[in-house]
């Protein structure tokens, strides 16, 4: 059985700085690709950033571009969300998903993802 478990989410102020983990157990990890995304009250999910399966492919949302840095370590089946300059607009839960891929593939729709987490909470005050 395959799952994936958020952790790392929290309350920050505006200008601070979160790390989001994302571990999956069930699978081979690195035959997956990887991806967040984030729903806030109202609105549509969004995606936020994806890896490939090696890491060495990676997209960001033009919203979170130059402030979020996405990784992930094979060899902990762990997925990662580095989140700088945090703002108040990043407040969403925060949802980690896998995706069965070809390597050098970087999957941006969420209909394509096969596996989610339950999300972890991020909350930027002003």
Request: aromatic share 12%.
């Amino acid at each position: 059985q395959v799952q994936v478990v958020e952790s790392g989410g929290g309350l920050v102020q505006a200008g601070g700085s979160l790390r989001l983990s994302c571990t999956v157990s069930g699978l081979t990890f690195d035959d997956v690709a990887m991806g967040w995304f984030r729903q806030a009250p109202g609105k549509e999910r969004e995606g936020v950033s994806c890896i490939s399966r090696s890491g060495d492919i990676t997209y960001y949302a033009d919203s979170v571009k130059g402030r979020f840095t996405i990784s992930r370590d094979n060899a902990k089946n762990t997925l990662y969300l580095e989140m700088n300059s945090l703002k108040p607009e990043d407040t969403a839960m925060y949802y980690c998903a896998a995706a069965w891929t070809a390597l050098y593939i970087v999957v941006v729709d969420a209909t394509e993802y096969n596996y989610w987490g339950q999300g972890t909470q991020v909350t930027v005050s002003s």
